[in-house]
């Protein structure tokens, strides 16, 4: 357990925050392992090339991705003061949301299930 002041210990927890650009989408109705196809594709990248990789990306998640990405820029130039052409995909994951089960009626009065997955995209950049 640690020590000292509530205070203190907020305190210190907070210096340790990370403070790079990022935006998350959540509760996005594309599958975690679907979404990480695209974004293994733009991790590491600088923002111009990954955003061109987006354009051009016949996948659906590209698009939400895209967004994420157009949004994480923003925020690094307006709240972050950076330059756009120093700005690289530092971190970009998906982790898994919850999942929303439906029913599909088949013969003989049998129900499978239908599971519409959700996920958290994260997109984190970094300055070179």
């Known amino acids: 357990m640690a020590k ?4 203190q210990i907020k305190r210190e927890r907070n210096a340790n925050k990370d403070t790079r650009p990022s935006a998350k989408l959540s509760y996005a109705r594309i599958p975690a392992q679907k979404a990480c196809f695209v974004l293994d594709a733009i991790r590491g990248k600088d ?3 990954a955003l061109a990789i987006l354009e051009y990306n016949p996948r659906y998640a590209s698009g939400v991705i895209k967004k994420i990405l157009e949004s994480a820029v923003a925020n690094a130039e307006n709240n972050n003061g950076m330059k756009r052409e120093n700005l690289f995909v530092a971190e970009c994951y998906a982790n898994q949301g919850p999942t929303m089960k439906r029913v599909q009626p088949r013969a003989q009065g049998r129900a499978y299930r239908i599971l519409k997955r959700m996920s958290h995209i994260t997109v984190v950049l970094d300055e070179r």
């Open 47 to 49: 923002v111009e090339t």
């Open 4 to 7: 000292g002041h509530r205070s």
